[in-house]
């Protein structure tokens, strides 16, 4: 794997996306951590209970990435407008839920 990413990294590509199995169910994303630029952890809304995002998370850091990044996925903005009313002001909350 290693070998393939080092091809890939002095190809003609600017970015490389590697889309691993969820975190706790195998340890693809932990062995890769470590040797791509970044992970980025997506978690969808109301799917994934705390407990496990939060075990996902510690197993992830425990790899030691150079970068982590997160996604909240499959928000619903009628249900939870509220949310972004308090923080962004409501033009923000309207177009966030117009988009979806």
Not at 2 to 23: E, M, Q, R, S
């Amino acid at each position: 794997m290693k070998t393939l990413l080092t091809n890939l990294t002095h190809g003609p590509f600017d970015w490389i996306v590697i889309d691993t199995p969820p975190v706790l169910a195998v340890t693809d994303a932990v062995v890769l951590a470590p040797v791509v630029s970044g992970v980025v952890f997506v978690v969808g809304s109301e799917m994934t209970r705390r407990r496990l995002a939060e075990r996902a998370v510690e197993t992830i850091l425990s790899a030691k990435p150079r970068q982590v990044g997160a996604v909240l996925n499959k928000v619903d903005f009628a249900r939870n407008r509220y949310y972004y009313s308090r923080h962004y002001g409501q033009q923000y909350k309207n177009y966030y839920a117009r988009a979806v």
